[in-house]
């Protein structure tokens, strides 16, 4: 383990003195702005508070949220492993900066780099080792490695100076959860299952129970705004939910969704906005299943996909403004047919809070501008904002799409490679890579206006 203190960074380390050159177009009047920078070099945005992180040329830059002006960058490049998703995030005065170097089954090997969230000073970096995942609460930050035949560990450093404050090697670490003051480990140590609950800053273990199994995923959800949280393990083998107390690890209850509610392989059901229902996808992949598992009368409620299945998407489904989304298979076709000649993947909607057992989810609107050579598209990626969702794909030309719905209506579709969807209130980021520039737009969610740098400033 080798950790680099500030002055190392800024003065011993291989930097790049000069900084990306980037333009900013801000239209004053829509308050949409657009960022310019060199072909191939804009990553993923992430959101923090008043400004937006974007990796630029592999060096992290700050921008205004509101103007898009750039506020600052780092000297040094960040080796990202990919350009459509950026882990960057914030905790308090520091911002945390991972740098995939090789990928491998069980995890990346990840160097982590920490800088002032205020200036982009870099504190200290740490050495690539293999991390399967990450988390921050109050000053510390804590990375593991999920192991689940052999050993792995988990590791707590100071957040401010990087240095080591605990660390656990376990046997079978299938799962980690940080849930406030305390670590949530599954796993099987001594060749018994059990979850371990240590606190955050000594790594004490607290509490040990085999009540839950040996659940594949953990994951905070809640009761209500004031209620303790609530963490929630699923063990997908079993198709088995339990929800306990993470700071006692006390069992608070447990369901077994009804026969081929959960599919084989299925690592999390998804939590709902409101932090008290779960999403279940069934094995055939031909309904949906919303369940309310903490309430006095548990309630079930289904909806189904018309006669096509459910497409594989990232993620499965969202919800957004009472209706929940998924994607739809081009209907009774053979997997064996060329993509090419493949019908489209339709994107299905229900409002959740309409009454009734059974729901149906029925293909969004399609905007009637859209030309029938532009509506074979094969749709892939679902993000939800405040109230729109923005669906991600691929039409056959190999050219990317993203389109826009509120409620149950496509609003607009653009062309364009670009990253993750990242909502912004009511607008939403995205990055468009062009071979003489690339750009990074902020959108408006409801019309697809953008400040176009093309047009002069008056």
Request: proline residues 6%; positive net charge; glycine residues 8%.
């Amino acid at each position: 383990m080798i950790i680099r203190r500030t002055a190392e960074l800024a003065g011993g380390s291989p930097v790049v003195a000069d900084s990306v050159p980037m333009s900013v177009h801000h239209d004053t009047a829509s308050g949409l702005w657009t960022l310019a920078a060199p072909p191939r070099t804009l990553g993923a945005p992430v959101v923090l508070a008043d400004r937006i992180c974007v990796p630029v040329d592999g060096r992290v830059t700050a921008l205004d949220r509101r103007t898009g002006r750039v506020l600052w960058q780092t000297p040094h490049r960040v080796e990202f492993q990919s350009d459509f998703v950026s882990a960057v995030f914030a905790a308090g005065e520091h911002l945390v900066v991972p740098s995939s170097r090789t990928y491998m089954t069980k995890g990346d090997m990840i160097s982590l780099a920490v800088l002032s969230t205020a200036t982009g000073d870099p504190r200290w970096s740490r050495e690539a080792e293999l991390i399967s995942g990450f988390a921050a609460h109050d000053r510390t930050l804590v990375f593991w490695r999920l192991d689940a035949e052999e050993r792995g560990r988990i590791t707590a450093v100071d957040l401010s100076t990087g240095s080591l404050r605990w660390r656990h090697d376990l046997d079978a670490l299938h799962a980690v959860l940080l849930a406030g003051d305390r670590v949530v480990a599954s796993s099987a140590a001594g060749g018994r299952r059990a979850v371990l609950g240590y606190d955050l800053r000594s790594g004490e273990q607290l509490w040990r129970t085999e009540e839950h199994g040996l659940p594949t995923s953990l994951r905070l959800s809640g009761r209500g705004p004031s209620a303790e949280p609530v963490a929630l393990a699923w063990d997908w083998l079993g198709s088995h939910l339990r929800w306990f107390s993470p700071a006692s690890g006390r069992k608070l209850g447990s369901l077994r969704p009804r026969p081929r509610t959960s599919f084989y392989g299925s690592e999390d059901p998804l939590t709902r906005a409101d932090r008290e229902s779960l999403w279940f996808t069934t094995n055939d992949r031909r309904r949906i299943d919303l369940l309310r598992p903490f309430g006095a009368r548990p309630r079930t409620r289904t909806f189904t996909p018309l006669p096509r299945r459910l497409a594989y998407s990232s993620p499965e489904l969202v919800e957004a403004a009472g209706r929940v989304y998924a994607l739809a298979c081009p209907a009774f076709e053979s997997r064996e047919k060329p993509w090419e000649e493949r019908r489209s993947t339709l994107v299905v909607t229900a409002r959740v809070d309409r009454p009734g057992h059974y729901r149906r989810l029925t293909p969004v609107r399609r905007l009637a501008a859209v030309p029938r050579s532009e509506r074979h598209i094969m749709w892939s990626d679902l993000t939800a904002g405040r109230n729109h969702v923005y669906v991600q794909g691929w039409h056959p030309d190999g050219t990317g799409r993203t389109l826009a719905v509120r409620g149950n209506r496509m609003l607009w579709q653009r062309e364009g490679r670009s990253s993750v969807a990242v909502p912004v209130d009511d607008r939403v980021l995205l990055v468009d890579q062009g071979a003489k520039r690339d750009h990074l737009y902020l959108i408006d969610a409801e019309t697809g206006a953008f400040a176009d740098p093309a047009v002069e400033r008056t």
